[in-house]
């Protein structure tokens, strides 16, 4: 039960992370499965940057995971707004 759990929470996350990374994502399908494909050339550089940020702060600096949370809301609503 456990491994499944993981299994479950991992590709969430991998699903996740293509979809806010890369602005452009195709839909492939091989062999029955069908998986996100994302065009390289795509990457939202605000996003890996946020993303960075976010990761050093929890782990350097053991910032609080709510704040993280909800700085990363803000500056994305910001960011998005603004352009």
């Known amino acids: 039960v456990t491994a499944a759990v993981v299994g479950v929470i991992l ?11 890369f602005q452009d994502v195709a ?9 996100p494909r994302p ?13 960075l940020v976010s990761f050093v702060g929890l782990v350097r600096s053991r ?9 990363s809301a803000l500056a994305g609503l910001i960011y998005r707004v603004a352009i």
């Open 11 to 21: 590709n969430l996350a991998v699903g996740f992370a293509i979809v806010t990374l």
């Open 27 to 35: 839909t492939e399908s091989t062999f029955g499965f069908t998986y």
């Open 39 to 51: 065009h390289l050339g795509s990457v939202d550089g605000f996003a890996v940057a946020l993303a």
């Open 63 to 71: 910032w609080n995971f709510l704040w993280v949370i909800g700085g």
